[in-house]
């Protein structure tokens, strides 16, 4: 069964500091892995997008790592702001016709003063 | 404009009630989904449509319709709603899988959400 998991499940931070999020999945065959990110009561909104032949891929302050062979992937924040408060979602894909994504349930990133 | 717009955006039932949720888009694209999340919990794939006509079921599509009317709207429907029925319900759009190396993605753009609470 396709799944994905990610850790920690929350996260306090103060504002300023850095931070990893972590995601492991067992999705196979591997299509793409995405990182999106979602604020309360919205919906989620893609922050990165990394394929097979890609280990790193960065928008802004954040950075995603993929290591395809032990199936893991990282989102790196770093000088985080209060605005980073939300939760980070990693989707995998798979390479079938339908390109069916499977979600993590989230960390949830708390940024404090 | 928001590229994926959803109505209502807040909605409270009845047990028993048939309720509809409106997706459209003006992004152009093809494939449409809706997800359902429940707090704490990932997003849960209810139905997907990759072209008008076009109708799958997802993981969860028990007790759960839709409607691909137009290429731009996809609606789904709860014939009779039940209290485990309420969660965030999501529409997302995608276009046709883009080509990177020996890989493939389609970038999933997720409309507001509708808050649905079944009494």
């Known amino acids: 069964k396709n799944q994905v998991e990610q850790s920690p499940q929350s996260l306090i931070i103060l504002e300023g500091k850095n931070c990893t999020l972590q995601?492991?999945?067992?999705?196979?065959?591997?299509?793409?892995l995405r990182w999106y990110k979602q604020d309360t009561g919205r919906g989620p909104v893609s922050l990165t997008i990394?394929?097979?032949?890609?280990n790193t891929k960065s928008n802004g302050r954040y950075t995603a790592t993929l290591d395809a062979d032990t199936k893991q992937s990282s989102l790196h924040i770093t000088a985080s702001q209060l605005s980073d408060s939300a939760s980070y979602i990693c989707?995998?894909?798979?390479?079938?016709?339908?390109?069916?994504?499977?979600f993590g349930d989230g960390t949830t990133l708390t940024v404090k003063p | 404009d928001a590229d994926v717009t959803q109505t209502p955006r807040n909605r409270i039932t009845k047990t028993g009630k048939r309720i509809m949720l409106e997706c459209s888009q003006t992004?152009?694209?093809?494939?449409m989904y809706w997800y359902r999340q429940d707090p704490g919990l990932g997003l849960q794939l209810i139905y997907y449509s990759f072209d008008v006509k076009d109708i799958n079921k997802g993981e969860i599509s028990d007790g759960y319709s839709v409607s691909r009317q137009a290429q731009a709207k996809f609606s789904l429907s709860l014939e009779s709603a039940i209290p485990n029925q309420t969660a965030l319900y999501f529409c997302?759009?995608?276009?046709?899988?883009?080509?990177?190396?020996?890989?493939?993605?389609?970038?999933?753009?997720f409309g507001p959400g509708t808050r649905l609470t079944v009494l």
């Open positions: 992004k152009g694209h093809d494939r």
């Open positions: 989707v995998v894909s798979a390479r079938t016709n339908a390109g069916k994504s499977t």
């Open positions: 995601c492991n999945y067992t999705v196979s065959p591997f299509s793409n």
């Open positions: 997302a759009t995608s276009g046709p899988p883009k080509d990177r190396g020996t890989s493939s993605y389609n970038e999933q753009f």
């Open positions: 990394m394929t097979f032949s890609e």
